[in-house]
């Protein structure tokens, strides 16, 4: 209920300012813009656009999650290779997606790899580090104890290293997939064949705001669907694998 009061709230506030600013190339009003958002619902274009963004973003995430968590669990545990890949993985996030634009274009052209890869490395470094630093911030007397009472390698990996990294890999990906959505739709709309970003691309081309509007909300809601959806994969997953423990 306290939901729905404040998307009413915030519809209302959206009326007023539209109505103060009276400008719909700057700000459309509400019914302008869910009037847009219909007709996307009619159009099969707009669920082929959803679609190739969403296994785009899926494929991004679990690339990311597949390589990020071991090289960062790797640099956790040996300060050696911690200190070997860390200027290489701050490089690589500090470059700017345009210039991972520019290669990308030279290397693929226009298509799907392009905002794949652009997410891909733009993301990467998060996973990484996140990951290093929930593994370099066990408790090492915890670790020593075990060692004292021999407990196997195995099992302080899995209780003790994993134990502490687990919250650290669900806060990762907690990031990631609100992060996802912007990387994937902005690389599609600057690099992209299909997807939500290449059909704000065509609205902004016929100067249609409503429409660009509407696609925004579609994307709002598709970053905050699979935001819960994985909150409660991964609670479900992190209760199995304590009780396994």
């Known amino acids: 209920m306290k939901i729905l009061f404040g998307i009413l709230i915030f519809l209302i506030l959206w009326q007023i300012f539209s109505v103060i600013l009276n400008v719909p190339l700057i700000l459309p009003s509400p019914y302008l813009t869910f009037e847009s958002l219909y007709h996307l619902a009619l159009q099969r274009e707009t669920y082929q656009a959803i679609f190739s963004t969403v296994w785009k973003s899926l494929l991004v995430l679990l690339i990311v999650i597949a ?21 290489a993985i701050t490089v690589v996030q500090a470059v700017p997606v345009i210039s991972w634009l520019a290669l990308v274009i030279f290397v693929w052209g226009i298509g799907w790899k392009g905002p794949v890869v652009i997410s891909f490395l733009s993301l990467l470094p998060i996973s990484i580090f996140t990951t290093a630093t929930g593994v370099r911030s066990t408790d090492r007397n915890l670790i020593e104890m075990a060692k004292v009472y021999k407990v196997s390698q195995i099992r302080i990996i899995r209780t003790i290293y994993l134990g502490s990294l687990v919250p650290f890999i669900f806060s990762t990906v907690e990031v990631i997939i609100g992060d996802v959505w912007k990387v994937i739709i902005v690389s599609e709309y600057l690099c ?54």
Not at 81 to 87: A, D
């Open 192 to 245: 992209g064949s299909d997807g939500i970003g290449v059909l704000i691309s065509w609205a902004r081309q016929y100067v249609d705001v409503p429409r660009i509007y509407a696609l925004t909300i579609i994307a709002v809601a598709l970053g905050i669907t699979s935001e819960r959806f994985v909150k409660f994969f991964f609670r479900k997953a992190l209760k199995k694998w304590q009780i396994q423990s």
């Open 67 to 87: 390589i990020g968590t071991p090289v960062g669990f790797l640099m956790g545990i040996n300060e050696s290779v911690y200190q070997i890949f860390r200027p």
